[in-house]
């Protein structure tokens, strides 16, 4: 490993006690002998204009979670392959460049990719729980990659109406459509359910939607990785539907975003192992 100054990266985040990345990063910078560390950047919404102007001058690169994916936006340059991203309006990584900022979002392509390894997407109907930043690159995911038709779901109306208007802005005509209540995502008619909410995260959370509207038909995704199994998965388990959680789509979004800190080839598989170590059982 090079003595040269050791460079810093880091999540950005409030709160971040549940996050598996720095030991997804730290591992491949190790294997790859590159002389980095990744930190957690856990900064309450009030200090969050004090961290860019003050604290983050030294820092080369960043993921971003909840709560700032829709807010850094305004700080990120975008070239011209993610210009779409103003209208996604949700970005979870930051390269530092001269005078600023480029801004990505590895979560869409992290998503689809871990996705297509249990269900085909394409021509299929979709169902979202949740339409925050999170939920803004699976939705705009789900469209790019040929789902028939999506209904949207957030106990704030405000924000799924924000997401269907996204959708139809960037996929003029598409069928989306953003609905009052959990029964209104008509899952009897969906293939495919995707929780984007934190609905799970901690052991004593509700099921994120009524388990009487799952069935055996459906593939269900949770974008939770910690817990493994959240109620929402064990529910649709029990019902016979096929199940995923998202400790792959944070595998490989992380994987990109580390190529795109370091401009190296990610160590996927040291980066897998790293993250299975440190799933709680």
């Not at 820092?59 to 340059?77: D, F, Q, S, W």
């Not at 509700?206 to 199994?229: R, S, T």
């Amino acid at each position: 490993m090079s003595a040269s100054f050791k460079k810093i990266y880091g999540l950005l985040g409030h709160p971040l006690g549940h996050s598996l990345s720095p030991l997804m990063h730290n591992a491949a910078f190790s294997h790859l002998g590159i002389n980095a560390e990744y930190k957690l950047f856990d900064v309450p919404p009030q200090d969050l204009d004090k961290f860019f102007s003050l604290t983050s001058g030294d820092i080369c690169g960043l993921n971003v979670t909840v709560p700032y994916k829709e807010k850094v936006l305004g700080l990120a340059e975008l070239d011209g392959d993610s210009l779409y991203l103003k209208k996604v309006n949700a970005l979870n990584t930051l390269v530092r460049c001269s005078g600023g900022w480029r801004g990505f979002n590895t979560d869409i392509p992290g998503f689809i990719r871990h996705l297509r390894e249990g269900f085909d997407p394409e021509g299929k109907k979709a169902a979202i729980l949740g339409a925050g930043g999170a939920s803004r690159a699976v939705v705009y995911a789900l469209a790019s990659s040929g789902v028939k038709e999506m209904a949207v779901f957030d106990i704030d109306p405000l924000k799924s109406m924000a997401v269907s208007k996204m959708i139809k802005e960037v996929f003029p005509g598409y069928p989306i459509s953003a609905v009052a209540r959990p029964e209104e995502l008509r899952l009897e008619d969906k293939e495919l359910l995707v929780n984007a909410t934190p609905a799970g995260l901690k052991g004593g959370d509700p099921c994120a939607i009524d388990p009487g509207l799952l069935h055996g038909g459906l593939f269900v995704y949770d974008l939770i990785y910690n817990p493994q199994e959240t109620k929402l998965l064990k529910e649709a388990k029990a019902k016979g539907a096929r199940t995923l959680n998202g400790l792959g789509m944070l595998l490989y979004q992380g994987a990109l975003s580390f190529e795109y800190f370091t401009g190296k080839t990610a160590p996927i598989e040291v980066m897998r192992s790293a993250l299975q170590g440190g799933v709680s059982i």
